[in-house]
């Protein structure tokens, strides 16, 4: 069974760091491409990244030079490193795996974890 | 950028009625349109993707259709779990979008 299980999410100040964990399971994260999905409170689904099966990583123009996707194989997990944030980055943050056959679509979703820009 | 946009931003219909939510892309994007139910307080769940064509598990009741610029999604007898939020998404370039979302709300 394909589960993805989000950790990392928390309270931090403008302009601080965090990094959010994807835990797979049911699946080889390294052989998929992968996303993060993004919710502000309130608000639509933004996509943030996509990290594809051979490396190649993409960010949505909101986030690049301040969010960096990436993977650890051994430990079947995904990350986004975001750095510099802002009180628009407050928002519940999915990861979700993308249909590797066509590559347009997010077939399997985690539960989310909420990020919170505030001082 | 290809622009997704979706109406109703709100829909209220009845358990039974046949409902159906519109998403425009600001381009021909051919068939690459995806649509999404999500419920308050979980992920989003795949729905439809190229257009028409039904994930696994979905019900019947939900289909797709359309090409080019124009999308729909029909629900063709609503039940209690069908009120959701419904977002259609796009894939061009690597890059994703999402329309703004369609609110389905109960009479």
């Known amino acids: 069974e394909v589960q993805l299980v989000e950790s990392g999410g928390g309270l931090v100040q403008p302009g601080g760091s965090l990094r959010l964990s994807c835990a797979a399971s049911g699946f080889t994260v390294s052989s998929n491409y992968m996303s993060w999905v993004r919710q502000a409170p309130g608000k639509g689904l933004e996509w943030v990244s996509v990290?594809?099966?051979?490396?190649?990583?993409y960010y949505a123009d909101s986030v690049k030079g301040r969010f960096t996707i990436s993977r650890h194989n051994s430990k079947n997990t995904l990350y986004l490193q975001m750095n510099s944030l802002r009180a628009e980055d407050t928002a519940v943050y999915y990861c979700?795996?993308?249909?590797?056959?066509?590559?347009?679509?997010?077939?399997?979703w985690g539960q989310g974890t909420l990020v919170t820009v505030s001082s | 950028d290809i622009q997704m946009t979706q109406s109703p931003s709100t829909l209220s219909a009845s358990v039974g009625d046949r409902v159906t939510i519109t998403c425009r892309a600001s381009?021909?994007?051919?068939?690459?349109l995806a649509w999404y139910q999500q419920k308050p307080g979980k992920a989003p769940n795949l729905l439809i993707s190229?257009?028409?064509s039904l994930e696994s598990g979905v019900p019947s009741r939900f289909s797709g259709s359309g090409s080019g610029t124009e999308f729909t999604l029909t629900i063709s007898s609503l039940q209690p779990d069908d009120f959701a939020t419904y977002y259609c998404?796009?894939?061009?370039?690597?890059?994703?979008?999402f329309g703004q979302g369609t609110k389905l709300e109960i009479k």
């Open positions: 998404q796009h894939y061009n370039s690597y890059s994703y979008t």
């Open positions: 381009q021909s994007i051919s068939r690459w």
């Open positions: 990290i594809y099966s051979g490396g190649s990583t």
């Open positions: 979700a795996r993308v249909d590797i056959l066509t590559g347009s679509t997010f077939d399997y």
């Open positions: 190229k257009a028409s």
